[in-house]
């Protein structure tokens, strides 16, 4: 349940801090990706740097930090729109007081009011605190507005008393985790969703062909992202230069007309993604036998392929949603625009072969989602930007 999930770890300032740290490697381990917010007191137990190496991400703890981007005090709001599960463990009886009663003094209990997504509080103190009727007001209150709680274990504590108050064990935070996750209906929960990826092959002969050099990374990355929303995917896919995920139901085709073949036997979706890298030509003449060298022409006749978003475009039931890609050299924003009004599109992603750190290969992206009466920019991992995308457009 925690595969391809994003977990905020919130940590605070107890000695069982020090814990937090294997409870992060097994959420890794799970498949999740998992950031870090920590309260002042808490990097007296544990530092910075060793959640940021394990995380790699930078710690958040400050709401304004001494240094760096100045837009780093609403980390809280981008966090809280980004995580699927927020786990707060250890949790003191402070912090718990702090969310029970609503207060957001730190980045921690401020990401806590920000977050969407559902919240486990795993409460740990020493001696009788435990016990004690303030703490046990405030987990009331903090179940009564939605909060879960996974109590305490028995046993020897920091201070050597014995009693309710010990972390528990990291497999049990780890099931109680994957208990809320697999609870939550995503924005694409029974939505069957087609996505293309990769690029098409249009052969000469049986040895060389036409194509682009499409790795795949971003249409995988969309259809892990719609599955972890909860849709039922599809993958269409041409020759990837990644593995196929072995979860997301695929169909492996090579050339253009492979594709539209298969589009049309899925093209009663909810949703479509075409991001394949799709070629706008194909030879006129298919060689059966490898065309030698000395017998070759210096010419090779080529045809328009069939323009697959189009037909769809054209050919769109009610309720559908068409999401389109481009890629572009130039006029990125007028030339996509130009192709959401053309091709019936629902959205466009569009994003420039010019940008640093974009394009084919690379793991990272900057696109621009339009649609006819909007427009975003999203930054980051062909992971991550998939998931804010279809957040955008699903979670709206």
């Known amino acids: 349940m925690l595969s391809g999930k994003r977990i905020i770890l919130g940590v605070t300032g107890g000695i069982a801090a020090y814990k937090a740290a294997f409870l992060l490697r097994e959420f890794q381990k799970a498949g999740a990706e998992a950031r870090v917010t920590m309260t002042p007191s808490a990097t007296?137990?544990?530092?910075?740097?060793?959640?940021?190496s394990l995380s790699g991400h930078e710690v958040a703890v400050d709401i304004f930090p001494d240094e760096g981007d100045s837009s780093d005090w609403t980390r809280h709001i981008n966090w809280g729109e980004w995580a699927d599960l927020f786990v707060i463990a250890p949790c003191t009886a402070n912090t718990l007081a702090k969310i029970a009663t609503g207060l957001s003094d730190n980045m921690l209990t401020s990401t806590v009011l920000a977050?969407?997504?559902?919240?486990?509080?795993?409460?740990?103190?020493?001696g009788e605190m435990y016990e004690a009727p303030g703490v046990s007001d405030n987990l009331k209150k903090a179940q009564e507005n939605g909060?879960?709680?996974?109590?305490?274990?028995?046993?020897?504590?920091?201070?050597?008393?014995?009693?309710k108050g010990r972390l528990p064990e990291i497999e049990a935070i780890l099931e109680k985790s994957s208990d809320i996750i697999g609870s939550i209906e995503g924005p694409l929960e029974g939505q069957k969703v087609v996505v293309t990826a990769g690029p098409t092959r249009e052969h000469i002969d049986p040895v060389r062909f036409i194509s682009n050099p499409s790795s795949g990374k971003m249409g995988v990355a969309m259809a892990e992202a719609a599955?972890?929303?909860?849709?039922?995917?599809t993958l269409i896919h041409g020759p990837l230069s990644i593995p196929t995920p072995e979860d997301i139901h695929s169909?492996?085709?090579t050339s253009t007309a492979d594709l539209f073949d298969a589009v049309k036997q899925y093209a009663a979706a909810d949703v479509i993604i075409m991001a394949a890298a799709v070629?706008?030509?194909?030879?006129?003449?298919?060689?059966?036998?490898?065309?030698?060298?000395?017998?070759?022409?210096?010419?090779?006749?080529?045809k328009q392929t069939p323009d697959i978003i189009s037909w769809l475009g054209e050919h769109k039931p009610k309720g559908q949603i068409l999401i389109g890609f481009a890629m572009e050299t130039e006029n990125l924003i007028e030339n996509a625009t130009t192709k959401l009004n053309k091709k019936n599109a629902d959205?466009?992603?569009a994003n420039s072969l010019n940008d640093k750190d974009a394009g084919f290969e690379a793991d990272t992206n900057s696109v621009h989602l339009l649609s006819k009466d909007s427009e975003q920019k999203f930054q980051g991992s062909k992971k991550d930007i998939s998931i804010e995308i279809l957040n955008t457009i699903f979670r709206s």
């Open 251 to 253: 169909v492996k085709i």
């Open 44 to 52: 007296r137990f544990v530092g910075l740097e060793t959640f940021a």
């Open 279 to 302: 070629s706008d030509f194909t030879p006129e003449e298919v060689h059966q036998n490898k065309v030698k060298k000395d017998k070759a022409d210096n010419e090779i006749k080529l």
């Open 227 to 233: 599955q972890s929303l909860g849709a039922d995917v």
């Open 115 to 126: 977050a969407r997504c559902p919240i486990l509080i795993c409460p740990t103190m020493d």
């Open 147 to 163: 909060y879960h709680v996974l109590e305490p274990e028995s046993g020897y504590l920091a201070s050597g008393l014995e009693g």
């Open 347 to 349: 959205f466009i992603i």
